[in-house]
């Protein structure tokens, strides 16, 4: 079974910048997407980053592009997503996620359904 394991989060000020981490207890290594999710109170559940693991091939919700950069740290079988310039709109619960090595994932990264496991979220606070 796999298991995720987000950190990172917490409360910063409009402007100010976080890191979060996904810890990934299978190896660091296979064709597979991992991805970052986000919902915020009283809305759905989007695609906010994603990275394939084997091409490093990325997608970025239009939202965060240029203030959000996902990486990967196969060695550390961990998953990071480096957010600067926040504002109030990017507060919400933030999950991360992984496919099933060998299946086709790098064209619809920002979709729940290519994902198979996930995290239990880590909090994203952000106050102007």
């Known amino acids: 079974q796999v298991q995720l394991v987000e950190s990172g989060g917490g409360s910063v000020q409009a402007g100010g910048s976080l890191r979060l981490s996904c810890a990934n207890s299978?190896?660091?290594?296979?064709?597979?997407?991992m991805g970052w999710f986000r919902q915020a109170p009283g809305k759905g559940r989007e695609g906010v980053a994603g990275?394939?693991?084997?091409?490093?091939?990325?997608y970025y919700a239009d939202s965060v592009k240029g203030r959000f950069t996902v990486s990967q740290d196969n060695a550390k079988r961990t998953l990071y997503l480096q957010m600067n310039n926040l504002n109030v709109e990017d507060t919400a619960m933030y999950y991360c996620?992984?496919?099933?090595?060998?299946?086709?994932?790098?064209?619809?990264?920002?979709?729940?359904?290519?994902?198979?496991?996930w995290g239990q979220g880590t909090q994203v606070t952000v106050s102007s």
């Open positions: 996620a992984t496919s099933i090595p060998g299946r086709p994932c790098s064209a619809a990264m920002e979709k729940e359904t290519t994902y198979t496991y």
């Open positions: 299978r190896d660091g290594y296979g064709n597979l997407c």
């Open positions: 990275i394939h693991r084997g091409s490093g091939s990325t």
